[in-house]
């Protein structure tokens, strides 16, 4: 069965300071990886997806995430945070078989100045 | 264009009563999904369905919870009998065709409340 996981369920950086946060993946076939953040109270809007084209995939606000094989990774990162980046996020996986989407548990990013 | 509309974004329920949730897709998606989002956890899958049809619910409930998307109309979440435990945000989802490799659109998600 596929999971996700996502190391540290909540992050602290400084404005300006590097962002990274993780997620590792089980799967036996290829997958489909995505990152995802929610604001309060709002639903999930799609930051960045890795469908097996380059493995350093840009998306918005500034957010990259490198797809890994041989650590099975797919962390998120930004070089500088900023306040509005303050939210959480979510790592999500998809073999292409199967008709779900597989989520992480989360990790709550707060940015301090 | 307009997103993923849920309603009602609350709704509070006292034990025993039913909740509706209600989903309509992004204009021209025919592939919805209902996830469950408990506090301080991730999203779970509870179905996915085309017009018409269940295509998998491997992760509803056996009892008291049933989704449709009829030909017609939003498609919708019902929990009969509700207990405190499906205190919870719904979201619903669309995508344009199957979910291979394409995002998903979320809803703001219905957030139940249960007295």
């Known amino acids: 069965a596929q999971s996700v996981t996502q190391l540290g369920s909540h992050v602290s950086v400084s404005e300006g300071a590097l962002v990274l946060l993780r997620c590792n993946y089980s799967s036996s076939v290829p997958p489909y990886l995505f990152w995802y953040v929610q604001y309060p109270n709002q639903g999930l809007q799609l930051l960045l997806k890795y469908t097996s084209a380059a493995t350093l995939v840009k998306g918005i606000n500034g957010f990259e995430a490198e797809f890994k094989k041989s650590e099975t990774s797919f962390h998120l990162t930004k070089p500088s945070a900023h306040m509005s980046d303050a939210a959480e996020y979510f790592c999500?996986?998809?073999?292409?078989?199967?008709?779900?989407?597989?989520f992480g548990t989360g990790t709550r990013l707060q940015v301090t100045l | 264009n307009a997103g993923v509309m849920q309603n009602p974004r609350h709704l509070v329920r006292r034990r025993g009563q039913e909740a509706r949730l209600r989903c309509s897709p992004v204009?021209?998606?025919?592939?919805v999904y209902w996830y469950r989002q408990l506090p301080e956890e991730g999203l779970k899958f509870m179905v996915y369905?085309?017009?018409?049809?269940?295509?998998?619910e491997s992760g509803m409930p056996k009892e008291r919870f049933s989704a449709e998307f009829p030909k017609e109309g939003p498609s919708i979440l019902r929990i009969q009998q509700v207990v405190r435990g499906d205190s919870a945000a719904y979201f619903c989802?669309?995508?344009?065709?199957?979910?291979?490799?394409?995002?998903?659109?979320f809803g703001e998600g219905s957030r139940l409340t249960v007295l």
């Open positions: 999500a996986a998809h073999t292409g078989t199967a008709s779900k989407l597989t």
């Open positions: 204009k021209g998606h025919s592939h």
């Open positions: 989802a669309s995508s344009p065709g199957a979910p291979n490799t394409g995002e998903l659109f």
């Open positions: 369905l085309q017009k018409e049809n269940i295509i998998d």
